[in-house]
């Protein structure tokens, strides 16, 4: 920062993120002023510039474009795939509603997450899931008809010839 110095930015801002180049309103970078991109273009810093004079941020420009229209219209959420990522970017120039609003948002908690967490309160899971699958398929064998013999640790399932084998 240099003191006393106050930056001039014209109402339209060029911006080079990473590579990725946008172009945006000052009032758009700066709606939340407590935020780093608020600071950054409050005209108390020097920021540097690319060699087409566009304002440089050495940040992920793939997902900062989903916080910059965040900062267009908040009712934005950006797809599934990028939040994660999008939360890093949001947390790292500071624009809480985004983080917040993202780290409300389920896709956050894949399925396969809160699947593994409630397997882990449940004691001795795998040899109950072990027993059900067990049970599952000699209540098939018994009512199909089916013989099932266990040959060291391959199963041949015989229904008049051989359907499949497993090795498990």
Same mark, same amino acid.
């Given at each position: 920062?240099?003191?006393g110095?106050?930056?001039? +930015? *014209? /109402?339209? #801002?060029?911006? &080079?993120?990473? /590579?990725?180049?946008?172009?945006t309103?000052?009032?758009?970078? @700066?709606?939340? @002023?407590?935020?780093?991109?608020? %600071?950054? +273009?409050?005209?108390?810093?020097?920021?540097?510039?690319? &060699?087409?004079? &566009?304002?440089?941020?050495?940040?992920? /420009?793939?997902?900062?474009?989903f916080?910059?229209?965040?900062?267009?219209?908040?009712? +934005?959420v950006?797809p599934?795939? %990028?939040? $994660?990522n999008?939360l #890093?970017?949001?947390?790292y120039?500071?624009?809480?509603p985004?983080?917040?609003?993202?780290?409300?948002?389920?896709?956050?908690?894949?399925?396969?997450?809160?699947?593994d967490?409630?397997?882990?309160?449940? $004691?001795?899971?795998? $040899?109950?899931? =072990?027993k059900? %699958?067990?049970? *599952? @398929?000699?209540?098939?064998v018994?009512?199909?008809g #089916?013989s099932?013999q266990p040959?060291?640790?391959?199963?041949?399932?015989?229904?008049? $010839?051989i359907?499949?084998? =497993?090795? #498990?």
């Amino acid at each position: 920062m240099v003191y006393g110095v106050l930056f001039q +930015f *014209s /109402g339209v #801002i060029g911006l &080079n993120i990473g /590579g990725y180049k946008f172009t945006t309103r000052l009032s758009t970078l @700066t709606r939340y @002023t407590y935020s780093m991109l608020g %600071a950054m +273009f409050s005209g108390r810093h020097k920021l540097d510039k690319d &060699n087409k004079d &566009n304002n440089f941020i050495d940040r992920n /420009g793939k997902y900062f474009k989903f916080v910059l229209e965040f900062l267009r219209d908040e009712h +934005f959420v950006p797809p599934i795939d %990028a939040r $994660k990522n999008v939360l #890093i970017e949001a947390e790292y120039f500071g624009i809480k509603p985004l983080a917040e609003k993202l780290k409300r948002s389920p896709p956050l908690f894949p399925d396969e997450v809160i699947v593994d967490n409630l397997r882990n309160k449940i $004691k001795d899971y795998h $040899k109950i899931k =072990e027993k059900i %699958a067990q049970l *599952s @398929t000699e209540d098939v064998v018994d009512q199909s008809g #089916i013989s099932c013999q266990p040959k060291s640790q391959v199963y041949v399932i015989w229904y008049k $010839k051989i359907i499949f084998m =497993e090795t #498990i």
